[in-house]
């Protein structure tokens, strides 16, 4: 999710590989802290017995999960669906949709599909660094840290309840502190991240190994057959914990959505290099450590060091979980830009924190939203166990989503042959529809929240794209063509002012409303009149050489048309300066920008629901002025209202 810069490409393979480790691999790289964990431990909502069957069947579903998911699904198939160099569920949704008529429902199905993965992926963003965090800290009671419960259980009781609730306020602390960081970017802590993760990695398989060599019996979970076992002979129970062995793959999504900015080879390589080896060795030895040791499943990972070790492979793990949460807040920073370019949601305001990488950006309202969020989940369900049972839901179905758009961009983009895409793509399906059915039954426990989440975004993306399609559809109803008031204005000249007036239009080929009612109020005109439309692509980036067309519609009219990526964010006073390199000079500074502001009055065919309606008027005072938006000028811009009967 986050997006390419400049400056990172050009880095050696190695460099950028070790980079991408805290990026590209944080979400996933902390798996390993609480997955074994939910499955095992009595303080889990969904737990099975600790038994050498058990042990062995739920690390071999990991270890295979990690194999079909990540390796082949992500790492071999889905890498190679690149829009342009960007990856992620919207410019997947962009590729599936690429030789398909605007008006084909199956275009429109494959739309609503890729806005509701999206819509997802922010119920991920919520879940993440609560989850992430708060098990970290959670090593400190399970490391033995904060002192051992007293005997009597009344006393054990409360001073549990004491425990947890530092652990809560610590949690919250640091969340506070990540938040309250954003707005200097990523760009100067970034180079710290990627060896603070490799010497995560690093860590969680050497412990692996060295617990490996104490239970080699573990190394049977290598065959499929022990997790398939598992599943057949284990019952109810045994398909309800694949629900928890999924959070050893949540973060696949991340591999995918982060190949803007790293490329696929420093991707693939850290992950077959560092990455898989370290998880690998990591599950295996706390299946080993449990293998001897059962009564340790409370906390696996934290029980694997020695006393005096626990404390700093605490202080490890909880920079490796903020690095995590960094990867995926900047992400969803990502995630928004594109959605808002794309035309899902209201213009808000969007800070570049750096010069030179353009994926370092800053979204206030974004930022403070997801804290509440993450402090709220983190209050509400206070422990790592019972947070898990949230997790997953959302995950699981992106991961679903991502394979129906697979499939379509292989059979209609690449050509794929239906024999040749649709194994492929049901072997993926049955996997993850299995992993979300498992899921579906925590939706009481607190599977629903990620939905509700969705849901509600889902509603707000769409509601927001068809109420300007309607907007648009009203206004340009009541214009004119720009032929028509060229030839009007030959007929019935009006009176003509000095200077270059800008008129900021959606549709190219009508007049603004704009200008129609300065010229019915005020009988006036400027000398050099410019219909200014910006369109955004459906691809990341426009080169500034294909950025800008002029075209001369009559005389003293022009119109111009600057070309967005849905990556970046328009700058009108550049984008007018490259127009003298194509014959017409015009300063932002010194011209007049008119725009046009709706206000919006229901009227008997309103085209969508009144509740809709209400939403979208709320939204759009959300909007960050186009002005403001668009880098005009301070003092440039005069805006005409208008009433819009919907």
Same mark, same amino acid.
């Given at each position: 999710?986050?997006?390419?810069?400049?400056?990172? /490409?050009?880095?050696?393979?190695?460099?950028?590989?070790?980079?991408?480790? #805290?990026?590209? %691999?944080?979400?996933?790289?902390?798996?390993?802290?609480?997955?074994?964990?939910?499955?095992?431990?009595?303080?889990?909502?969904?737990?099975?017995?600790?038994?050498?069957?058990?042990?062995?069947?739920?690390?071999?579903?990991?270890?295979?999960?990690?194999?079909?998911?990540?390796?082949?699904?992500?790492?071999?198939?889905?890498?190679?669906?690149?829009?342009?160099?960007?990856?992620?569920?919207?410019?997947?949704?962009?590729?599936?949709?690429?030789?398909?008529?605007?008006?084909?429902?199956?275009?429109?199905?494959?739309?609503?599909?890729?806005?509701?993965?999206?819509? !997802?992926?922010?119920?991920?963003?919520?879940?993440?660094?609560?989850?992430?965090?708060?098990?970290?800290?959670?090593?400190?009671?399970?490391?033995? !840290?904060?002192?051992?419960?007293?005997?009597?259980?009344?006393?054990?009781?409360?001073?549990?309840?004491?425990?947890?609730?530092?652990?809560?306020?610590?949690?919250?602390?640091?969340?506070?502190?990540?938040?309250?960081?954003?707005?200097?970017?990523?760009?100067?802590?970034?180079?710290?991240?990627?060896?603070?993760?490799?010497?995560?990695?690093?860590?969680?398989? #050497?412990?692996?190994?060295?617990?490996?060599?104490?239970?080699?019996?573990?190394?049977?979970?290598?065959?499929?057959?022990?997790?398939?076992?598992?599943?057949?002979?284990?019952?109810?129970?045994? &398909?309800?914990?694949?629900?928890?062995?999924?959070?050893?793959?949540?973060?696949?999504?991340?591999?995918?959505?982060?190949?803007?900015? &790293?490329?696929?080879?420093?991707?693939?390589?850290?992950?077959?290099?560092?990455? %898989?080896?370290?998880?690998?060795?990591?599950?295996?030895?706390?299946?080993?450590?449990?293998?001897?040791?059962?009564?340790?499943?409370?906390?696996?990972? &934290?029980?694997?060091?020695?006393?005096?070790?626990?404390?700093?492979?605490?202080?490890?793990?909880?920079?490796?979980?903020?690095?995590?949460?960094?990867?995926?807040?900047?992400?969803?920073?990502?995630?928004?830009?594109?959605?808002?370019?794309? #035309?899902?949601?209201?213009?808000?305001?969007?800070?570049?924190?750096?010069?030179?990488? /353009?994926?370092?950006?800053?979204?206030?309202?974004?930022?403070?939203?997801?804290?509440?969020?993450?402090?709220?989940?983190?209050?509400?369900?206070?422990?790592?166990?019972?947070?898990?049972?949230?997790?997953?839901?959302?995950?699981?179905?992106?991961?679903?989503?991502?394979?129906?758009? &697979?499939?379509?961009?292989?059979?209609?983009?690449?050509?794929?042959?239906? %024999?040749?895409?649709?194994?492929?793509?049901?072997? @993926?399906?049955?996997?993850?529809?299995?992993?979300?059915?498992?899921?579906?039954?925590? @939706?009481?426990?607190?599977?629903?929240?990620?939905?509700?989440?969705?849901?509600?975004?889902?509603?707000?993306?769409?509601?927001?794209?068809?109420?300007?399609?309607?907007?648009?559809? /009203?206004?340009?109803?009541?214009?004119?063509?720009?032929?028509?008031?060229?030839?009007?204005?030959?007929?019935?000249?009006?009176?003509?002012?000095?200077?270059?007036?800008? @008129?900021?239009?959606?549709?190219?080929?009508?007049?603004?409303?704009? !200008?129609?009612?300065?010229?019915?109020?005020?009988?006036?005109?400027?000398?050099?009149?410019?219909?200014?439309?910006?369109?955004?692509?459906?691809?990341?980036?426009?080169?500034?050489?294909?950025?800008?067309?002029?075209?001369?519609?009559?005389?003293?009219?022009?119109?111009?048309?600057?070309?967005?990526?849905?990556?970046?964010?328009?700058?009108?006073?550049?984008?007018?300066?490259?127009?003298?390199?194509?014959?017409?000079?015009?300063?932002?500074?010194?011209?007049?920008? @008119?725009?046009?502001?709706?206000?919006?009055?229901?009227?008997? /065919?309103?085209?969508?629901?009144?509740?809709?309606?209400?939403?979208?008027?709320?939204?759009?005072?959300?909007?960050?002025?186009?002005?403001?938006?668009?880098?005009?000028?301070?003092?440039?811009?005069?805006?005409?209202?208008?009433?819009?009967?919907?």
């Amino acid at each position: 999710m986050t997006t390419e810069s400049h400056g990172l /490409r050009k880095l050696s393979p190695t460099t950028l590989m070790v980079a991408a480790l #805290g990026v590209v %691999f944080g979400d996933i790289g902390t798996s390993p802290i609480y997955t074994l964990k939910e499955c095992f431990s009595p303080k889990s909502p969904h737990h099975i017995d600790v038994t050498s069957a058990h042990v062995i069947g739920v690390v071999s579903l990991i270890i295979w999960s990690l194999l079909m998911i990540v390796c082949v699904k992500y790492l071999v198939f889905v890498l190679r669906a690149d829009n342009k160099g960007e990856g992620g569920i919207l410019s997947l949704m962009t590729l599936a949709t690429h030789r398909m008529s605007d008006s084909s429902k199956r275009r429109a199905m494959i739309v609503l599909l890729g806005i509701f993965g999206a819509s !997802l992926l922010f119920g991920d963003g919520i879940i993440t660094p609560a989850i992430s965090v708060l098990s970290a800290i959670e090593g400190l009671k399970d490391g033995g !840290l904060m002192g051992a419960l007293p005997s009597d259980s009344a006393a054990a009781l409360i001073w549990d309840h004491r425990r947890q609730m530092l652990i809560v306020g610590i949690t919250i602390i640091i969340l506070i502190a990540i938040f309250s960081v954003q707005f200097h970017g990523t760009q100067s802590i970034g180079k710290f991240f990627g060896p603070i993760t490799f010497l995560w990695f690093l860590t969680l398989g #050497g412990l692996g190994a060295v617990h490996l060599v104490n239970a080699p019996a573990i190394l049977a979970a290598f065959s499929p057959i022990a997790g398939i076992q598992f599943l057949v002979h284990g019952g109810h129970e045994s &398909f309800l914990i694949l629900g928890s062995v999924f959070l050893a793959v949540t973060g696949a999504e991340a591999l995918y959505a982060d190949m803007g900015h &790293f490329g696929k080879k420093p991707i693939r390589r850290g992950w077959f290099s560092i990455v %898989f080896p370290a998880l690998l060795l990591n599950y295996l030895g706390q299946g080993a450590l449990l293998l001897n040791k059962p009564e340790l499943a409370f906390s696996p990972l &934290f029980q694997m060091v020695p006393s005096w070790a626990v404390l700093p492979l605490v202080l490890l793990a909880t920079a490796a979980t903020i690095i995590a949460s960094q990867a995926l807040i900047t992400g969803t920073y990502s995630l928004v830009l594109s959605a808002v370019q794309l #035309g899902y949601l209201p213009r808000i305001n969007v800070r570049h924190t750096s010069e030179h990488a /353009r994926g370092q950006i800053y979204i206030p309202l974004v930022n403070w939203l997801l804290m509440l969020a993450c402090i709220g989940l983190v209050v509400m369900f206070r422990t790592s166990s019972n947070l898990a049972a949230a997790y997953g839901v959302a995950v699981t179905m992106t991961m679903l989503i991502t394979t129906i758009l &697979f499939y379509f961009a292989a059979r209609y983009l690449w050509k794929w042959s239906v %024999f040749k895409a649709l194994p492929l793509c049901l072997v @993926f399906g049955i996997i993850e529809l299995a992993f979300l059915t498992a899921n579906l039954l925590k @939706f009481f426990d607190g599977g629903w929240l990620p939905i509700a989440v969705a849901v509600v975004l889902f509603i707000l993306m769409t509601t927001w794209a068809t109420g300007r399609r309607l907007v648009r559809t /009203r206004l340009e109803a009541s214009s004119i063509t720009q032929e028509m008031l060229i030839e009007s204005l030959s007929h019935h000249p009006p009176i003509f002012v000095p200077g270059t007036a800008i @008129f900021m239009t959606s549709s190219r080929g009508r007049t603004p409303v704009a !200008l129609l009612h300065n010229l019915k109020h005020n009988g006036t005109i400027h000398e050099r009149v410019i219909f200014l439309t910006i369109i955004f692509e459906d691809e990341p980036w426009v080169s500034p050489g294909s950025s800008v067309e002029i075209a001369g519609i009559g005389p003293g009219f022009w119109q111009v048309t600057g070309r967005y990526g849905y990556m970046q964010r328009p700058n009108v006073p550049r984008l007018l300066r490259l127009c003298g390199s194509k014959g017409l000079e015009v300063s932002a500074e010194k011209s007049t920008f @008119f725009m046009g502001r709706e206000v919006i009055v229901p009227g008997k /065919r309103p085209g969508m629901a009144v509740w809709r309606w209400h939403i979208f008027s709320f939204a759009s005072k959300l909007a960050q002025q186009p002005a403001s938006y668009f880098q005009i000028p301070v003092g440039r811009v005069i805006e005409l209202g208008q009433q819009v009967e919907v």
